[in-house]
């Protein structure tokens, strides 16, 4: 029903930026909320940040202060803005979808590989 795609990964040094985004499509109906989780290696997944449908944002206290998410309506785009990177936020990002038709889970991105490394 509902697709997203995420793309921006890649490798970037400590105190670097890198901007995620997610583009969804199919059939979104009453958006809950959308969120980025991140789950590192041998680490469980966590919320990184998530953005509700009125525009509320909330963030983990590991990235308030360096990250930003943000939403284009009018494009169904969903972004994450990382600055300052660092060693621990290497991980595999995903973008999550939730509403009132999705699964319990919502809807999941394929993940994009972020590596932070020197």
């Known amino acids: 029903q509902v697709q997203l795609v995420e793309s921006g990964g890649g490798l970037v040094q400590p105190g670097g930026s890198l901007r995620l985004s997610c583009a969804a499509s199919?059939?979104?109906?009453?958006?809950?909320?959308m969120g980025w989780y991140r789950q590192a290696p041998g680490k469980e997944r966590e919320l990184v940040a998530a953005?509700?449908?009125?525009?509320?944002?909330n963030y983990a206290d590991s990235v308030k202060g360096r990250f930003t998410i943000s939403r284009d309506n009018a494009k169904n785009m969903v972004y994450l803005q990382m600055n300052s990177l660092k060693p621990e936020d290497a991980a595999v990002y995903y973008c999550n979808l939730r509403s009132i038709r999705a699964p319990s889970l919502g809807y999941w991105g394929q993940g994009t590989q972020v590596t932070v490394s020197s």
């Open positions: 199919g059939s979104i109906f009453s958006i809950s909320r």
């Open positions: 953005i509700t449908s009125g525009g509320t944002t």
